[in-house]
């Protein structure tokens, strides 16, 4: 073989094994020869881009500016691309515009000028780098939010907790109808920041081993009534589906939540699909969507024939407050609440949207496979057991909050326990080792010092045994995630409670040692 003829083989095998785009033009910009990888990125069929200007090849206002690029690069010498490589965009035959890395190589050969460009699609790169942004802007708003919210529910405590001390020492009627109007809007005032905490990942969630089949069928009763009789719903449940381990009343709000999204979008009328099944997870996936972990999962999907959302929307929807409903009709905390129970679940939830064609939610819930630990799914009911408070009980109050440590000692002191009082955990922690006699510790979970409530519930458990400890939170039971194996469930009081809640708390809790 010739060796010119060998060169021209070597150099179509380089081509059509190189992955990435090549392709080879003149200084006039006209396609001389171009890969198979070239022919598949664009979109033309074998050989069809050969003659043709690599202006072809963008969108129009690079093509614009093409030639004054060469023209300059071939007059001054000066590199803009060449040599340098650079992220730009490129149009597909049918017109589709996509990112794209070109490095551009400049060579003679016999006298004339040959340009040879090497393209890498960015398009998944992209994707996953916008689905990491998303995610990390997310997080970053729910603690934020989290923060917000776990200072307004120690003001309520404070709030809600003098009021009701009021309301049981005043004997004026008239007082008494105005004591119990500024308790209901405390209480409205705690339900909001609650629905807060489900996005800032920081509520407390009851999770159990659950059928996501099984519980969607009974929740259709209400949707069915709630969206209307001009939508049709139609569901695709596996009989087989695997379990999942989420909190069966937080999962059927957000299917409310997404089927009332649905209804919106439709209007007057529409098809809703609701479908439950089996799904794995791989690499291929997490390419695409980097915040989730391979393995099998249950996906719930929810899918509607309305209107759709743009692109603008569907990066914002999962933004708390962010809608595009009028004031009176959306607050903008439906999809942020699904978004961050989602999460906190260990879940996924992905969006797919056409204006005009319809939207289709994901929620990707981890499976509980056979040869997971058995997890615990029904707590332990409180019986009434009768137990009266007495004074010869003692309650440790641990705070670092003045103003709530104060409200909690007059509260508990109006149970009829004795109190004693330590601004944090370390100080606690010294007064038993000190001598201090108590019945049961009542403590704030986020301290200041060394240990938080759950180091200071560990060191209870191990060294004072008989001592019952009763942790509270402005956040919740998830807030630390190092502090404290999880060996032993603790459960939450969560900030504001009512004096009965607290009541109940403590009469469960001694009643324990009653009985033991």
Partial sequence: MEPEVQNSALLDAILEAAVDAIVVADKHGVIQRANGAAFALFGYPAGEMLGQNVKSLMPMYMAAQHDGFMQHYMETGEKRIIGIGRDVEGQRRDGAVFPLHLSVGHSRIDGQDMFVGILHDLTQRKATEDALARSQRLEAIGQMTGGIAHDFNNLLTVVIGNLELMEMRSTDSRQLGLLRDALDAAELGAELTSRLLVFARKSNLKPVRTNLGTLCEKTLAIIRRTVGPGITITTECDPDVDLVLIDPSELQSALMNLALNARDAMGKGGDLLISVSNVAIDDTYIAQEPDITPGNYVRLSVSDDGAGMSEEAQKRAFEPFFTTKSESSGTGLGLAMVYWF?????????????????????????????????????????????????????????????????LSLERIRNLGFGVLEAENGDA?????????????????????????????????????PKV????????ASDVITGGLARSKPYDILQKPYRQPELAHRIQALLAEVNDG
């Fill in 342 to 406: 989602v999460k906190q679940s260990g879940g996924h939830i992905t969006l797919y949207s056409e204006p005009g064609l319809g939207t289709s939610f994901g929620l990707y819930f981890p499976a509980i496979t056979s040869n997971r630990s058995e997890e615990k799914t029904d707590e332990a009911s409180v019986t009434e057991s009768g137990y009266i408070p007495t004074q010869d009980k003692t309650i440790l109050v641990v705070e670092d909050n003045e103003k709530v440590r104060r």
């Fill in 428 to 464: 606690a922690y010294a007064m038993l080792k000190n001598g201090a006699e108590v019945d049961l510790v009542f403590s704030d979970l986020v301290m200041p010092g060394e240990l938080n409530g759950y180091d200071l519930a560990a060191k209870i458990n191990a060294e004072y």
């Fill in 468 to 475: 019952k400890v009763l942790l509270t939170s402005g956040y």
